[in-house]
């Protein structure tokens, strides 16, 4: 083999290896991007998955303050409604407590109505002795129907008939502009046993509260259904 074959084969392997070496740089290359494209891809899909859950996070946010304070308009709106009922009914209570006044105006007709009051009184105290207490204004119609009102419990209780001491410490007087939030008692009468463990409250207003609380749901249901 001469020089010039020698010199031939060399420059055919040369060329054999360049291309052999930049089919596999070629082959690197692509291998390199693709790897590039698909962390790319990834990188991609995470930052939006990342968006996504904040935006998720903060439309919760959003929805969650906007169910707060839905909640809480409507708790007000409840609290006025109830608080407009409320004030209706103790305009209502109000309104009969001032028709209370007009009872004792008929001086007959609240003369039987103080026996009756304490007939009822002794029926529920069912004691021998006991302390009577009323207005001052109504101390002498009082004691003008106590020998009657002693004997229609006598005779109702089958028993002797009672001891009724009327206290010289009265009930407070009817309500008057002067002093429209002091102490006030629109008539009837409180007896008490003589020891003093025994209280019942029988005068106008303390009837009016029990009826009223009784028939509070009857009044709501008739105002409010």
Do not use: W
């Not at 060329?15 to 052999?20: A, V, Y």
């Not at 004997?151 to 001891?163: C, D, L, M, Q, R």
Request: glycine fraction near 2%; hydrophobic fraction near 35%; proline fraction near 3%.
């Amino acid at each position: 083999m001469n020089d010039a074959d020698v010199s031939k084969q060399i420059q055919q392997m040369v060329r054999f290896i360049r291309q052999e070496a930049e089919e596999k740089a070629n082959e690197i290359s692509v291998s390199a991007e693709e790897e590039f494209n698909i962390e790319k891809l990834q990188l991609v899909e995470a930052e939006k998955k990342k968006i996504r859950q904040e935006y998720e996070r903060k439309e919760k946010q959003v929805q969650v303050r906007k169910k707060i304070e839905y909640s809480m308009q409507l708790n007000a709106s409840r609290i006025k409604v109830l608080q407009a009922q409320d004030d209706l009914v103790n305009s209502m209570k109000e309104s009969a407590s001032k028709e209370l006044l007009n009872v004792s105006s008929d001086q007959n007709s609240y003369r039987n109505l103080l026996k009756d009051l304490i007939v009822q009184s002794l029926l529920r105290l069912k004691e021998p002795s006991v302390l009577l207490r009323c207005r001052k204004d109504d101390a002498k119609l009082v004691n003008s129907v106590l020998k009657s009102a002693k004997e229609e419990y006598a005779e109702k209780a089958k028993v002797h008939s009672p001891e009724i001491v009327v206290d010289s410490v009265h009930l407070p007087p009817a309500p008057s502009g002067d002093d429209a939030h002091g102490l006030f008692c629109s008539g009837g009468v409180v007896l008490a046993s003589r020891d003093g463990k025994i209280v019942f409250e029988n005068t106008l207003d303390a009837r009016l509260d029990v009826v009223f609380r009784k028939k509070l749901p009857e009044i709501r249901k008739s105002l409010f259904a």
